[in-house]
């Protein structure tokens, strides 16, 4: 049995459908943590049948998530590892198939008044929608089959401690996650006062291109960085006079405040 261990040292064991949960606890825990795991998205109960005009077959997906600025939207089909292929296959085939119109959105818009109905309507009649499986343990054989119908396997599972205190893992084919902070290694030797970002994503996230000039506070003091791309990573430079960070240190997290909409390092 798989075993996990957090940041303060506790110990977590992984827990089965058999001895835990079905498939619609595996679905309510996924519910609730939706929006936590994937902020940038309004998550919802999606049980509306769904038609296949090729198969002529209604199926009910489980769950749907909208991004905040109506850019995609995904349908959600959890499944418990032990069931067959098949059975998923021919579930996600019918989503695929599905010609989406006002209906769908009008039925999310039910769910979720705070979602706008015409900006949902627009999405819906512009946007094809994504289509990920949640599934409770990792099923290789799956991944494939799913991939041909535009289908992101996603592999969610739940430990618990000794007191029952939850702890979730995600892996898989997912959304991008997008944080507060990524971890960055400052360069001691090469290029003088370098940092690599070590998340790819991040600054793209906040609009930082190659070449883009960023202002980061570190210890009071803000300085100008500059993002510089290679072929496959990607740095921050300063230009300052004197070391921009701390030169014993080389493990830093670069943060960003929504609230200020600044950005700092701190130290690892």
Known sequence: MARAIDNNSVWY????????YDEEGLERVIIQNLEIIFPQFKALVFKKPLFDPTRHQNNKPD??????????????????????????????????ECRYDDSHAEFIHSKRSDLDLDSLKSMIAT????????????????????KALRCKT??????HDFNGNPLYRLNGEHPYIYTNFCHCKYQKVGAPYTVEVLDKHFLDSYGISNGTDIHIEYNGTNMKWTREDDSTRIFLHCTNTRPPLDALTDRYRLNYNDVLRTYSFTKD
């Open 13 to 20: 064991q992984e827990v089965t459908p058999r001895s835990f």
């Open 63 to 96: 769950l749907a998530m909208v991004r905040n600025d109506y850019s995609e939207w995904y349908i959600i089909e959890v499944e418990l590892g032990k069931h067959d292929k098949a059975h998923v296959i021919d579930q996600v085939q019918t989503f695929f």
């Open 127 to 146: 946007k094809t929608p994504e289509f990920m499986v949640i599934v409770n343990e990792p099923k290789s054989e799956w991944v494939s089959d799913l």
């Open 154 to 159: 996603c592999i969610f599972q739940i430990y």
